[in-house]
């Protein structure tokens, strides 16, 4: 008797203690049987294979595709009915406190004069997140975010156009510690409520915010009011360093989009909105993402589909930005041509892979490297022949123009005279 009590208790502790894994593993989505029709019509047939009521991923899919269509064919339709006038751009970068300082614009612009050069990029929203040039803007006003250096931009403008000279506004998109600081509710966070800072002490704005993204378009409407004919949105893309580890993005916000997915969306908008404000649109990307999907998943790039949402896409293929062995290349930083001609090679590649007939597509125009890495351990001095190397590899690749980058705006001049190998305009 004593026994038969035992095993009782025995049998009863198992079944209760088995409850919570029992639970665990069931299902209480309420599920619907699939019922379809035989090809004869007549017979009808069950699948009772079980179908969550929850909305799939298919229909996600579908739900994308359908409003990315939806998207292409409007920007198509914009771009067509556009009268902007395109030129082949041979460009130079410079920081907006140096075009600030008269004799320095002076010089500069004797040296353009007596060169092959056609156009300047230079910081409307600086890398820091202020905004350099006054724009009569009561939005921008309200943020507070102006710091000015270009104190003279309608007289510079004015000279710029008399000598038919192309002019960019470079951006800097997300990476904005100026304003992350003035509105944290802006910022990307951490889990912790605190800033989110990269390696370098920079803020970042999250892309998933449209508040972010009409500010960007603001700026961007106020650069047209300006003179310029072009906006490039530098640093749209998310940060990428260590520190990201330990970010929140509210999954309200999120709505399951990726990184790739809300920058897209975020491009679609702000190339719209400007569009028809008669403006081109550039987007900066880093050269590694076109022989990696894993980097264009880390920073939210996707090379082939951000091309569907601009008129030019600059991916840096600064030779001193890959490492040893990259293109098979020993230390591509000594290899200028065949660095830059197997990026671009590659950029082709991918794009006619992923070619659709249906989307507008802007074009590539590459950022060039016209500085000397010399903070690597290995390097090469970048002079006249590096330049014209960098500009040989674009040709040969079949693209058509091209920026380069110095930070501090110090170039060999004698890579750009009117003379040279350059496809003139």
């Known amino acids: 008797m004593v026994i038969k009590k035992i095993k009782h208790l025995f049998f009863i502790t198992i079944i209760i203690f088995s409850l919570p894994f029992i639970f665990s593993c069931t299902s209480f989505e309420p599920v619907e049987y699939n019922v379809y029709i035989a090809e004869s019509e007549s017979e009808e047939k069950i699948d009772f294979s079980f179908k969550s009521k929850n909305i799939n991923e298919e229909e996600k899919v579908l739900t994308k595709k359908n409003k990315d269509r939806l998207a292409n064919e409007k920007i198509k339709a914009l771009v067509s009915n556009s009268k902007r006038e395109a030129i082949k751009v041979k460009g130079l970068y410079y920081p907006a406190y140096i075009l600030g300082d008269q004799s320095k614009f002076n010089d500069i612009m004797n040296k353009i004069i007596n060169s092959n050069i056609n156009t300047i990029v230079v910081d409307i929203k600086d890398d820091n997140g202020q905004i350099t040039a006054e724009i009569n803007s009561e939005l921008l006003k309200s943020y507070n975010t102006f710091s000015i250096q270009l104190k003279n931009i309608e007289e510079m403008m004015k000279i710029l156009k008399e000598h038919n000279i192309y002019m960019i506004a470079r951006v800097a998109s997300f990476r904005d510690t100026f304003l992350a600081r003035k509105r944290n509710d802006l910022a990307i966070m951490t889990k912790f409520g605190f800033l989110y800072r990269d390696d370098t002490k920079y803020a ?222």
């Open 204 to 425: 970042w704005l999250n892309p998933y915010k449209k508040e972010v993204w009409d500010y960007l378009v603001e700026i961007g409407k106020g650069c047209k009011r300006l003179g310029f004919d072009e906006v490039q949105f530098d640093y749209f893309r998310f940060s990428t360093d260590r520190g990201m580890m330990s970010v929140f993005f509210d999954d309200k916000e999120t709505d399951g989009r990726s990184k790739n997915d809300i920058l897209i969306e975020c491009s679609q908008y702000i190339y719209e909105k400007l569009l028809q404000e008669g403006l081109f649109v550039s987007i900066d990307v880093f050269g590694s993402i076109i022989n990696s999907y894993k980097d264009q998943d880390s920073v939210g790039q996707n090379y082939s589909e951000l091309l569907k949402y601009c008129d030019y896409i600059s991916p840096m293929v600064y030779p001193s930005h890959y490492g040893a062995g990259y293109f098979g290349l020993t230390l591509p930083d000594k290899e200028p041509y065949n660095c830059v001609l197997s990026a671009l090679n590659s950029s082709k590649t991918l794009v006619q892979s992923n070619y659709d007939i249906t989307s507008h597509y802007g074009t590539v125009r590459p950022w060039l490297q016209g500085f000397t890495a010399d903070y690597m351990s290995e390097y090469m001095n970048y002079g006249v022949n590096e330049y014209l190397e960098q500009i040989k590899a674009v040709y040969d690749s079949g693209y058509e123009e091209w920026i380069f980058w110095n930070a501090g705006g110090n170039y060999a001049w004698e890579a750009f005279k009117k003379e040279d190998i350059t496809n003139e305009t």
